[in-house]
């Protein structure tokens, strides 16, 4: 009774907390840890998911991620390794004893063993390649051969397919016979005698079909094959943009090659996601919470510099406004108002033109629409708070010429701002710069510029 209260009492904190690990859970780990206790831990262990497992490693410092590691040995899963960050995965890779690694990437499929093994070193390359079976690393190996981030690396080599010309029957007959089918597959992939794919049959279609109905009658209306060499981000998008469940991939002599499943396109959309995120804050896109403090400085700083460029810019502005200043003390006072005002309307735009340009719904054929109504939006802001900035200037400093400017100058910094949001990722997307990787710092630097240049330089023609 008590230990089913207990679970009950688990069951419902892991609910609330969202799938975070349970802290108790945790700290039962870590004491069997701490007391080399294997059968305890295992027991602890065994009903996670290689996903929480990783998390777990990735939340624990160096010492006790080796111990746990140590203490799991022979029970530790291929899946981990492939759910592991980056950052972290080389050094997990090295604590894991030579025959525990062998086990634990034979389990895993061949585009997993590529995502594992393309960031190593290359000693640690060859132990995981020599850990393999000839016929698995002969297909990982030809993976690697295509270019980094391309659809040839993405792939998985184990694929279902079935000439064009069978029937129902047939092809229940060759997946029941077959010894090396991959653990997951939603399709069969048809293909002529040349190896070309010519279409995709569903496991639905096919298990509700009758055995003598051909396979080319089943076959889905949406079919599209992707090339090798094709850029994994391009990948990600077709998955998302016509909802696929999977393609094949097919090598220069349009061959079939190999198959890309939605977890792996998802996985790419994911990564492309955090990356812009992190760009636009001007972090760096392998940056993780285990780095150390020394890494994560290094990685910030240059940017930091860029931003510190940018604000002297923004200060020689003001700088040619000193004796306007001087006078009317309350200009200091609202300065970075309108600023801040600018900066965070640039951010909108900004943000909404990097999603937009990711997913291509920022062409050429809407650019200017696109513009126009950032601008028009910025002025329609800039207006409503004109007039409320308009109000408090005069109530706080008791001068109409203060509210007045301060609104002018307010409309003028967002509709720029705006403008800049949008403008500039554009043009940094047709440069072939990663909009997301500095465009957040020219925003807000032109924001800055304009909103000083802007504020002072109307107080200084109007109340001078």
Do not use: C
Request: hydrophobic share 50%; aromatic share 6%.
């Amino acid at each position: 009774m008590v230990e089913d209260t207990d679970r009950v009492e688990d069951e419902q904190t892991r609910d609330d907390s969202s799938y975070v690990l349970n802290r108790r859970a945790v700290a039962a780990i870590l004491y069997a840890v701490d007391t080399e206790d294997q059968t305890q831990l295992t027991e602890l262990m065994e009903p996670l998911h290689a996903a929480d497992i990783a998390d777990l490693l990735e939340q624990l410092n160096s010492y006790d991620r080796a111990r746990l590691i140590r203490l799991y040995d022979r029970e530790f899963d291929g899946d981990i390794l492939s759910e592991l960050d980056e950052s972290i995965r080389e050094e997990v890779i090295a604590t894991l004893r030579p025959q525990v690694l062998a086990d634990a990437v034979r389990e895993l499929e061949s585009d997993d063993v590529v995502d594992l093994i393309e960031d190593l070193e290359e000693p640690q390359q060859e132990a995981i390649l020599d850990a393999l079976e000839d016929s698995d690393r002969v297909a990982v190996e030809q993976a690697m051969a295509w270019p980094e981030g391309s659809a040839g690396r993405l792939m998985q080599r184990e694929v279902v397919m079935a000439p064009e010309h069978w029937n129902v029957g047939q092809a229940i007959d060759h997946l029941r016979n077959s010894d090396e089918l991959p653990e997951q597959f939603y399709h069969i992939v048809l293909v002529d005698p040349r190896m070309h794919p010519i279409g995709n049959v569903t496991l639905g279609k096919l298990m509700g079909s009758r055995r003598e109905v051909p396979l080319i009658d089943l076959t889905e209306d949406m079919f599209r094959v992707i090339p090798a060499t094709q850029d994994e981000e391009d990948v990600a998008y077709a998955f998302n943009q016509y909802h696929l469940i999977s393609a094949p991939v097919v090598d220069e002599e349009g061959r079939l090659a190999g198959v890309i499943t939605i977890d792996d396109a998802m996985a790419v959309l994911d990564e492309e996601h955090e990356e812009d995120i992190l760009r636009l804050a001007g972090v760096s896109d392998d940056s993780s919470l285990s780095d150390s403090v020394a890494d994560t400085a290094k990685r910030r700083l240059p940017w930091l510099a860029v931003n510190l460029l940018t604000a002297i810019l923004a200060s020689l502005v003001i700088s040619q406004f000193e004796e306007t200043l001087s006078k009317f003390v309350a200009l200091a006072v609202l300065m970075p108002i309108v600023a801040s005002m600018g900066g965070n309307a640039g951010t909108q735009s900004l943000t909404v033109a990097v999603r937009a340009l990711a997913t291509k719904d920022l062409t050429g054929a809407n650019v200017w629409r696109v513009i126009r109504r950032e601008v028009v939006v910025g002025l329609l802001n800039g207006l409503v708070f004109a007039v409320s900035m308009g109000i408090i200037g005069l109530v706080w400093f008791n001068s109409p010429i203060i509210g007045y400017v301060i609104a002018v100058a307010m409309v003028i910094n967002l509709m720029v701002a705006g403008l800049a949001g949008t403008v500039i990722p554009v043009v940094m997307d047709k440069m072939g710069v990663d909009p997301a990787l500095a465009s957040g710092t020219f925003v807000t630097t032109v924001t800055d510029v304009v909103g000083f240049f802007a504020f002072l330089g109307l107080a200084g023609m109007v109340m001078m």
